[in-house]
């Protein structure tokens, strides 16, 4: 892989393309941290209403640790997962406990409901650390641009986490892990990929076989 070459395409699509969310907005670690949680399995523009709607109710980490789990739940429903209430003021009460949002791998994992996903999108966007992201949609870039197989659930293919961390830059990575997703979810979709207007066309595994 050309990772210069790669790299330069992608953000320059990046920053012409992002999309606009209100956790995007942000580096405070715990309204991160939060979105990161409300993402898992629910699609951006369904997440922002919630968001910010919660937000407004419980405007921090303690106001949350003291809401009601019924509460909680009668907000985020639109999300169809409404067991994550309990796991949302579970994570409020443990970051209330430790003073903070930690600001390690190993700090992030220990809280409820934080698996490496989330824990290393955290430290990208809220503390500008390098970290390798991965999960269902942005491995779909990195295995269809490389040619990598898709049998093996992201999260425990180890071939792809360092491709991805070979792949990841230095000093711009929120935007890195901005444009890997919004490519994913405008361009390189499931179903019917647009490789007509992906700028990684020239190079991509996946397109030089469908072409």
């Not at 405070?28 to 910010?52: C, F, H, I, M, N």
């Not at 290393?120 to 990598?148: E, H, K, M």
């Not at 491709?163 to 979709?189: F, M, Y």
């Not at 996946?206 to 072409?211: D, G, L, R």
Request: aromatic share 8%; charged share 25%.
């Amino acid at each position: 892989m050309d990772v210069r070459w790669f790299r330069r395409r992608l953000l320059a699509w990046g920053r012409e393309n992002r999309r606009s969310f209100p956790w995007r907005e942000t580096d405070d670690p715990w309204r991160v941290l939060v979105a990161e949680v409300l993402l898992q399995r629910s699609r951006g523009k369904t997440v922002a209403k919630v968001y910010e709607e919660l937000f407004r109710r419980w405007p921090d980490a303690l106001a949350l640790s003291r809401a009601h789990e019924s509460s909680i739940g009668k907000l985020i429903r639109p999300l169809g997962l409404v067991r994550r209430a309990k796991t949302l003021r579970a994570m409020a009460r443990e970051v209330v406990r430790l003073g903070g949002v930690p600001s390690s791998h190993e700090g992030l994992l220990a809280l409820p409901g934080v698996g490496r996903y989330a824990a290393n999108a955290t430290l990208v966007v809220a503390f500008g650390t390098r970290a390798p992201v991965v999960d269902g949609v942005t491995a779909r870039v990195y295995r269809r641009y490389l040619g990598l197989p898709s049998d093996l659930p992201p999260t425990s293919d180890q071939n792809l986490w360092e491709e991805v961390t070979r792949a990841t830059p230095r000093g711009v990575i929120r935007d890195w892990n901005w444009a890997v997703l919004d490519l994913a979810s405008e361009v390189c979709l499931p179903a019917r990929p647009r490789c007509d207007v992906c700028p990684l066309v020239e190079r991509c595994a996946f397109a030089s076989e469908v072409a």
